[in-house]
């Protein structure tokens, strides 16, 4: 989820799964998760793209493009706003660095992800990662006036926009329950980090959407609407 103007001290409430919370990345241990080990694969995901919501060049240049000397964009600023442009056009195409993803699915910023299926061979680290933006918290958060916030919709890669902070529900939408992430790592021997993101990309068909409705903006009031969302589907 990527919200125009929203409070940086908005955070999902998340998944009542053992999380990887931002203390345990940080190399705490969570009161709620007593004893959660946090992998090196799940660090690189989180330090990635704790970066990239940040807008920090020098994550971008160690973790990005100390492998990539082909890539024309390196001013992460300009990156951005290359991004923000196709989103605010309804439809986004999914990079190798991730951006698309990272923003619009809240990696670093609250979405849950869960490693799996790693491989480490000379000269390459892949796994993939299970995504759950969690939408539905949207509807417990407080916004600024006049916020947009951006959401992955069905058909995947499509982009809804809705203006959150009504009293009542807007219509139901198609928007994205999880998915899964095939990320790809090469040696980054010149770089602050051990590892340079080779690509990351959506596994295909593992999109999983879900029907909900948002408190939006202008909707009229109304009474009795159902709060639960429907269940997920493929």
């Given at each position: 989820?990527?919200?125009d103007?929203i409070a940086?001290?908005?955070?999902?409430?998340?998944?009542?799964?053992?999380l990887?919370?931002t203390?345990?990345l940080?190399?705490?241990?969570?009161?709620r998760?007593?004893g959660?080990?946090?992998?090196?694969?799940?660090q690189?995901?989180?330090k990635y793209a704790?970066?990239?919501?940040?807008l920090?060049q020098?994550t971008?240049?160690?973790f990005?493009?100390?492998c990539h000397?082909?890539w024309e964009?390196t001013d992460?600023?300009?990156?951005?706003?290359?991004?923000?442009?196709?989103?605010?056009g309804?439809?986004v195409?999914?990079?190798s660095?991730?951006?698309?993803?990272?923003k619009?699915?809240a990696?670093?910023?609250g979405?849950y992800f869960?490693?799996?299926r790693?491989?480490?061979?000379?000269?390459r680290l892949?796994f993939?990662?299970?995504?759950k933006p969690d939408?539905i918290a949207?509807n417990?958060?407080?916004f600024?006036?006049k916020a947009?916030?951006y959401?992955?919709?069905?058909p995947?890669?499509?982009v809804?926009?809705?203006?959150?902070?009504g009293?009542?529900f807007g219509?139901?939408r198609s928007v994205?329950w999880?998915v899964d992430l095939?990320?790809i790592?090469?040696?980054?021997?010149?770089?602050k980090?051990?590892?340079?993101?080779?690509s990351?990309?959506?596994?295909?068909g593992?999109?999983?959407?879900?029907?909900?409705k948002?408190?939006?903006?202008g909707?009229?009031?109304?009474a009795?609407q159902?709060?639960?969302?429907?269940g997920?589907?493929?």
């Open positions: 989820m990527q919200g103007r940086s001290s908005c955070r999902f409430s998340l998944v009542p799964e053992c990887i919370l203390a345990a940080a190399g705490l241990t969570s009161s998760c007593s959660v080990r946090v992998s090196p694969e799940e690189l995901v989180y704790e970066g990239i919501q940040s920090h020098p971008y240049d160690d990005f493009l100390a000397p082909e964009q992460l600023v300009t990156r951005m706003a290359r991004y923000e442009s196709a989103r605010r309804g439809s195409e999914f990079s660095d991730g951006i698309e993803m990272v619009l699915a990696l670093g910023r979405a869960k490693v799996a790693v491989v480490k061979e000379a000269g892949q993939r990662t299970m995504v939408y949207i417990n958060l407080v600024p006036e947009v916030v959401l992955l919709g069905e995947f890669g499509s809804l926009s809705i203006k959150p902070g009293k009542s219509p139901e994205l999880s095939h990320w790592w090469v040696p980054n021997p010149l770089a980090s051990d590892w340079c993101l080779y990351v990309a959506p596994v295909p593992s999109e999983v959407f879900m029907k909900m948002f408190n939006e903006a909707t009229p009031a109304a009795g159902p709060r639960e969302p429907a997920p589907s493929p």
